[in-house]
């Protein structure tokens, strides 16, 4: 049986966190806080559990530095009664990088855990671009959503 490493998941932890005000989605220079992310081998094991980043199977190749690369974060929004926040896409140029997954995080607050991104696959970038588009910022797709 093949158990799947890395699972798709809002972190247990930063649900906590968010009521204990732990977490400023503000863009970044208003007050909010710095947010990353970091890409992993399927060797990885993320999931709801996860509750900091680690450097343990994280991806390594040309362009990518470890403890990945800072997201820009939007100032959230609402659409009727839910409320989300989004990032914008984020690019590792002229890189050679595979990566079955990824962690959003919180440097601000001690590099705690936002959530965990599945690619469903390993997902290769060769000499290129390796891009996680981030789904549309709504009430419906954005990719952290409270409804």
């Given at each position: 049986?093949?158990?799947?490493a890395?699972?798709?998941?809002m972190?247990?932890?930063?649900?906590?966190?968010?009521?204990?005000?732990?977490?400023?989605?503000?863009?970044?220079?208003?007050?909010?806080?710095?947010?990353?992310?970091?890409?992993?081998?399927?060797?990885?094991?993320?999931?709801?559990?996860?509750?900091?980043?680690?450097?343990?199977?994280?991806?390594s190749?040309?362009?990518?530095?470890?403890?990945?690369?800072?997201?820009?974060?939007?100032?959230?929004a609402?659409?009727?009664?839910?409320?989300?926040?989004?990032f914008?896409?984020?690019?590792?140029?002229?890189?050679s990088?595979?990566?079955?997954?990824?962690?959003?995080?919180?440097?601000?607050?001690?590099?705690?855990?936002?959530?965990?991104l599945?690619?469903?696959?390993?997902?290769?970038?060769?000499?290129?671009?390796?891009?996680?588009?981030m789904?549309?910022?709504?009430?419906?797709?954005?990719?952290?959503?409270?409804?």
């Amino acid at each position: 049986e093949n158990v799947m490493a890395i699972t798709q998941a809002m972190c247990t932890s930063f649900k906590k966190e968010l009521l204990e005000g732990g977490h400023n989605f503000k863009t970044s220079g208003a007050g909010g806080n710095a947010f990353k992310v970091a890409l992993y081998t399927s060797s990885a094991t993320l999931d709801a559990s996860t509750t900091v980043y680690s450097s343990t199977n994280e991806t390594s190749g040309t362009g990518y530095t470890a403890a990945g690369k800072a997201l820009t974060n939007i100032t959230p929004a609402t659409g009727g009664t839910t409320a989300w926040a989004d990032f914008s896409d984020v690019t590792w140029s002229a890189s050679s990088i595979t990566a079955r997954g990824a962690l959003i995080y919180n440097t601000t607050n001690s590099n705690t855990a936002v959530c965990v991104l599945d690619f469903g696959a390993d997902k290769t970038s060769t000499s290129g671009d390796f891009t996680i588009q981030m789904p549309t910022a709504d009430a419906t797709n954005a990719i952290i959503r409270l409804a």
